[in-house]
């Protein structure tokens, strides 16, 4: 069900959404386990969802963040792997098209909306994971061209990726980003690591990468500090993500609970097992509604959500899915524990997210310095 205060427009497309996923995208949904979902991705396109937020003159559905949220919500519950590529797509992709040239946007954006590929965005470093004001990734002046020295770690999306927001130093020092194709001259992809839910993340090099003029992104303080706000709509992206895959995860409990039985009765019948399924769902309705009235404050204010909500709501999320996710696994007892069963997966894909894109402590340290300098905010 949608929540309250949204649009006609809005429940429709929220509608449309879940119905799709429904309809077309449930039969496989746990099959991909690391594989870009493409005739998924080409499905949405179709039907103008797959990049709701990017501008429509590049492809995309030129809607703003709460439709990008319901849309991720409505696909997560009944494919997650769907739409964690939509949480991507709203990432690196965004970046281009709020600060790149025309030329760039143009070049780039098109292809992503049309689920022809995707699009990574490299921050870590092998010495700069939560520290990224200590990347040694530079760009270095020749004359009158740039060139691009450095390594990022970690980085998704890769395999499926012609291009990357890579985050950089510029030669006065100010931390910005540029746009470096994989199969440039110089980019060099060292390893490629394989994560426990399946995912491969990539370590690459690059040596006195070109950077054409149109591909440099962000160039001074101003942007920069624009750039850094951005990352507080990802964490409450992601956390609509992992929700989606709380909610996910209770569905397909509910169903088995309904139909195992065990001493001539349906386990759902069962007292501990009906206490098991309304903490799910309490701590599932709270982080949800945490999201939505987090988006609903943003969009009022007609900014990015500050840090400190967008950081509780990331860690109340990533904390209390995992533990649903534990808890519905439980529900299917052995079965639920064995390889390439869909809470077995899950488990391993909701873990990622109190590391990745920001780790449980990070946000905690983040949460802790907003309160001790302004107070609980009214």
């Not at 080409?42 to 990008?68: D, H, K, N, T, V």
């Not at 997650?80 to 970046?95: H, Y």
Request: glycine letters at 10%; a negative charge; one cysteine or more.
């Amino acid at each position: 069900m949608a929540p309250t205060g949204l649009t006609d427009e809005q429940r429709m497309i929220a509608d449309l959404a879940g119905e799709i996923a429904e309809q077309e995208l449930a039969e496989r949904a746990f099959e991909w386990e690391g594989e870009t979902p493409w005739t998924n991705l080409e499905l949405l396109s179709e039907q103008g969802l797959l990049c709701p937020g990017l501008p429509e003159e590049y492809g995309g559905g030129g809607l703003g963040r709460m439709e990008e949220v319901l849309v991720i919500e409505a696909v997560g519950r009944v494919c997650p792997d769907t739409a964690w590529t939509l949480v991507l797509d709203g990432i690196a992709p965004w970046s281009v098209a709020r600060f790149g040239t025309e030329a760039a946007k143009r070049r780039y954006l098109p292809p992503v909306c049309d689920g022809e590929t995707t699009m990574a965005i490299a921050i870590s470093e092998p010495q700069a994971g939560s520290d990224v004001t200590a990347m040694d990734t530079r760009v270095e002046r020749d004359g009158g061209e740039y060139y691009l020295t450095g390594e990022k770690t970690w980085v998704s999306a890769v395999p499926s990726s012609e291009a990357a927001v890579v985050w950089t130093r510029f030669p006065d020092g100010e931390i910005g980003s540029v746009i470096v194709e994989f199969d440039a001259e110089g980019v060099e992809v060292v390893t490629e690591h394989e994560n426990m839910a399946g995912h491969v993340q990539t370590h690459f090099v690059m040596e006195d990468v070109h950077v054409p003029d149109e591909n440099r992104l962000i160039t001074d303080e101003r942007d920069w500090k624009a750039q850094l706000r951005q990352l507080n709509w990802e964490r409450v992206v992601i956390a609509m993500w992992t929700l989606a895959a709380a909610r996910c995860a209770i569905e397909h409990a509910l169903e088995y609970a309904g139909t195992r039985e065990q001493f001539g009765q349906p386990i759902g019948e069962f007292q501990g097992m009906r206490w098991k399924f309304a903490d799910m769902v309490a701590e599932y309705e709270a982080g949800r509604s945490l999201v939505y009235r987090t988006v609903s404050e943003a969009l009022e204010d007609g900014e990015p959500p500050n840090r400190l909500m967008s950081s509780v709501t990331r860690l109340f999320a990533s904390e209390r899915t995992e533990r649903v996710v534990s808890e519905a696994l439980q529900v299917f007892g052995a079965n639920g524990y064995q390889r390439g069963h869909p809470l077995e997966y899950l488990y391993r894909f909701v873990r990622s997210r109190r590391i990745g894109h920001g780790t449980d402590e990070i946000l905690k340290n983040g949460i802790a310095d907003r309160l001790f300098e302004r107070g609980i905010p009214p």
